[in-house]
């Protein structure tokens, strides 16, 4: 019982310092050039978010 409730404060204290620091935690990892890479290159890699980014940049006929 007091195993369970240490494990469930602990989540939850990490979870609210995370979430309160959560873009400094961002920034700190976004800052690393090949972390960086590795976000930009996955999140370029889903369609809908490409052809949005390539039709707000050149231009185009909006599908909104």
Do not use: E
């Not at 935690?25 to 949005?52: C, D, E, H, Q, Y």
Request: hydrophobic share 45%; proline share 3%; no cysteine.
């Amino acid at each position: 019982m007091s195993r369970t409730l240490t494990s469930i404060l602990l989540i939850g204290t990490i979870g609210y310092t995370a979430y309160r620091y959560r873009y400094r935690l961002l920034n700190l990892l976004i800052g690393t050039g090949w972390v960086r890479r590795i976000a930009v290159g996955s999140f370029m890699s889903l369609p809908f978010v490409k052809n949005k980014l390539i039709q707000s940049v050149f231009g185009g006929p909006s599908a909104w």
